[in-house]
């Protein structure tokens, strides 16, 4: 039997629910599978400041880095938000990124074919989207120098290296090569020199990779096209901002955002999480979408874990799940037979994985 250590961060607002759901059905499919799952509870975010005084735990870092994988689910909440920059939980995140290397973000938006009703764009448009966010996520605006504030000036610096632009530009083209061999690498070249720089880098890249085909789109072009067109898109390549913006619009195209998983590799370590934040709004009502975990779940033992089998079993379990009618409170006007709860839902996939 198989036995891997999995570092779980629930974070804060709904991330404890959804964790909880998440580890439910990894068990399950352990259970189908022969695999033994160790879990380690870490503590990030909101959480972890009012317990440690920190929302980034020197221990998170280093029992992190030892596990095999990370499952994470949200942090954040309006209670923190007034606190200095750095010890607000969303700076314990950036820096939790950083420290673990995971400079590739990967933001599948696939469209479920049971929920084509529940998107707000119509159905022939989004039939059969099947777009791959490859977003930057350790340098750009978000950790560019100089960077401060005063009482009437704020500001940030958007930077990228060669260096950090090569190496996502290689997993945008590999990643591309095992799907439909598209690249859209997206910047703001007429404006911006770093874009400038990026788009000069991603083109001389692409030289090493003649079966994939690189187009480059402005930023602006491609929000737009994202709504007017989702499906010319196959890999969409950015920097850390431009996919923070666009994976959210990508999102929408496939009605929920509490569908949509994630992945963050570099060459040490992945974190899986959903893409979507820590809701407070709703937390501890039992109403959260739990499947943008579970599916989380499912590219970690996808991509970190090699275990192909039981990341089949978990997306086919999510889809017979939706397929039933099976809905949370998110979806529950778009062909619910039944509404569920977020623990309800975890059980109902869990179940489905072992049959
Ligand atoms: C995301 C989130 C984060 C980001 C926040 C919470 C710091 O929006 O993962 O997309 O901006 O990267
Ligand atoms: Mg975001």
């Not at 629930?10 to 404890?16: A, E, N, R, S, Y």
């Not at 989207?129 to 009482?151: A, H, N, Q």
């Not at 061999?181 to 090493?208: F, G, M, Y």
């Not at 089998?309 to 949370?328: F, S």
Request: hydrophobic letters at 40%.
């Amino acid at each position: 039997m198989k036995s891997y250590k999995i570092a779980l961060i629930k974070g804060d607002g709904i991330g404890p629910e959804i964790i909880d759901e998440a580890t439910k059905v990894l068990d399950a499919v352990a259970s189908a599978c022969e695999l033994h799952f160790e879990y380690e509870e870490l503590l990030m975010g909101g959480i972890a400041y009012d317990i440690t005084g920190n929302p980034l735990p020197q221990e998170t870092i280093t029992k992190s880095l030892t596990s095999d994988a990370v499952l994470f689910g949200a942090i954040g909440g309006q209670k923190w938000d007034t606190l200095d920059r750095e010890l607000r939980p969303e700076s314990g995140l950036l820096r939790f990124r950083k420290e673990l290397g995971v400079y590739a973000n990967l933001r599948p938006a696939v469209v479920y074919e049971e929920l084509i009703n529940a998107s707000s764009l119509k159905p022939e448009i989004i039939k059969g989207v099947d777009i791959m966010v490859v977003r930057e996520l350790i340098g750009g605006i978000y950790f560019g120098e100089p960077k401060g504030r005063t009482k009437d000036k704020g500001w940030n610096t958007m930077v990228y290296t060669r260096e950090e632009i090569v190496r996502i530009a290689h997993q945008a083209f590999r990643i591309a090569q095992t799907r439909d061999k598209r690249v859209v690498s997206i910047d703001k070249a007429n404006v911006l020199d770093v874009s400038q720089l990026w788009r000069d880098v991603v083109t001389e890249i692409s030289e090493q990779y003649p079966d994939v085909e690189l187009t480059h789109m402005y930023v602006d072009n491609a929000a737009m096209q994202l709504v007017l067109n989702p499906k010319q898109f196959d890999v969409m390549l950015t920097g850390n901002i431009f996919g923070d913006i666009l994976s959210d619009e990508a999102s929408m195209l496939c009605g929920s955002i509490g569908l949509l998983p994630s992945a963050s590799v570099g060459e040490k370590i992945g974190v899986y999480e959903p893409i979507h934040g820590s809701a407070p709004d709703i937390a501890g009502q039992g109403i959260a979408n739990p499947i943008a975990t579970i599916s989380s779940a499912s590219m970690m033992l996808r991509y970190a874990l090699g275990e192909k089998e039981a990341a089949n079993k978990i997306d086919n379990a999510i889809k017979r799940a939706l397929k039933e009618g099976y809905r949370t409170q998110d979806l529950a006007q778009f062909d619910a037979k039944e509404v569920c709860s977020t623990s309800e839902m975890g059980s109902i996939i869990a179940n489905y994985t072992t049959k």
